[in-house]
């Protein structure tokens, strides 16, 4: 299910939008909910909440806040979302561009050039979501970090907190970067974590070695295997492994 959001003071324009969507979407290949924001304030608002938009289409001639700075506010939590452009009249500027919009389309487009223009914009919201990740969460910023980019997860109050590769996007975050899954969940969603304890889990594809008790990961850091969980830990690592080669 895709979560797109769409934010024009131009409640008629919406609708089209919708219908839009729904012909672009052909045989419904996409499932999908749309939500709709009349202002770029309502937008900005909603941005409290942990939900996590994998597409936004923005009018730029807002009243109010107006649509680069709504933009810019929206691309600080949201630093992975396909953003798209709108606009009766404005040509895009140098700001627009500055947080990397994926399309910058006109209102005065006929019917069979926004059915275009979306059909290619759903196939990138698709694109975006193959990649698996986890929705994080760090003070007030919701981000989508790669499985392959995190080495592994502790238990945390609410929830857990993940450890990422520095050489990542997400290690650009200094501090916690929390999820609400707790350990259990994470280990049924995703084959690549095993339990090496009853406090954290390890993703897999990092590990360089096991030595006795202990696991070598390929940033150079040790963690431990209990003894509850080195059969099953071993078995894990060493089917993965073979599945490599």
Request: proline content about 1%; hydrophobic content about 35%; glycine content about 4%.
């Amino acid at each position: 299910m895709y979560h797109m959001a769409v934010c024009d003071d131009d409640k008629v324009f919406i609708s089209y939008i919708r219908k839009i969507f729904s012909k672009a979407n052909g045989t419904n290949q996409y499932q999908y909910k749309i939500y709709e924001f009349y202002s770029g304030e309502e937008l900005i608002s909603s941005l409290d909440t942990n939900k996590y938009f994998d597409l936004l289409i923005l009018d730029m001639e807002l009243g109010g806040i107006d649509g680069d700075e709504t933009a810019r506010k929206f691309r600080e939590k949201f630093k992975d979302t396909v953003l798209v452009f709108c606009s009766g009249m404005r040509a895009p500027t140098v700001k627009s561009f500055k947080v990397t919009p994926y399309r910058y389309l006109m209102k005065s487009y006929s019917d069979r050039q926004f059915v275009c223009e979306m059909k290619e914009i759903l196939s990138e919201v698709a694109k975006k979501s193959k990649e698996e990740y986890i929705i994080g969460h760090y003070r007030n910023n919701v981000i989508r970090v790669n499985i392959q980019d995190i080495l592994y997860v502790e238990n945390a109050k609410r929830g857990s907190k993940i450890i990422v590769c520095s050489d990542c996007e997400a290690a650009k975050f200094e501090g916690q970067i929390l999820v609400d899954d707790k350990l259990e969940e994470l280990v049924t969603k995703y084959y690549e974590f095993a339990f090496a304890h009853s406090s954290y889990i390890i993703n897999i594809d990092h590990i360089v070695k096991i030595v006795g008790n202990e696991v070598y990961l390929d940033n150079d850091e040790r963690l431990s295997v209990s003894r509850t969980y080195q059969k099953e830990f071993r078995q894990i690592f060493t089917k993965n492994i073979a599945g490599k080669y």
